[in-house]
């Protein structure tokens, strides 16, 4: 537990040091994941994984094949999927 309450602390001095411009954002360097690798994985289709990204199917396909870039939040829930796919299949179920 105090383990924990020191890096809230930590990231609240931080944060509170970037808004008084005495510190720079520095963002966190993600591996970008391969949608495609990420879907075969978990054993879905195009048409299954399309709308647990809040895409349509022309949209997803365009991603896999490199017509479309992967926006940053997009890759965030690329990761979410990734690590915890049963939270977000509750989430879009309600």
Request: aromatic residues 6%; glycine residues 6%.
């Amino acid at each position: 537990m105090e383990e924990m309450e020191s890096d809230l602390w930590q990231a609240l001095e931080r944060s509170a040091a970037f808004f008084e411009g005495s510190a720079a954002f520095e963002p966190i360097p993600q591996e970008r994941i391969n949608p495609v690798d990420l879907r075969r994985k978990m054993g879905l289709t195009q048409a299954q994984m399309a709308p647990m990204m809040g895409m349509s199917l022309s949209g997803y396909r365009k991603w896999e094949q490199g017509q479309r870039a992967i926006s940053g939040p997009a890759a965030v829930l690329l990761r979410v999927i990734e690590t915890a796919p049963e939270a977000v299949k509750q989430a879009l179920a309600s």
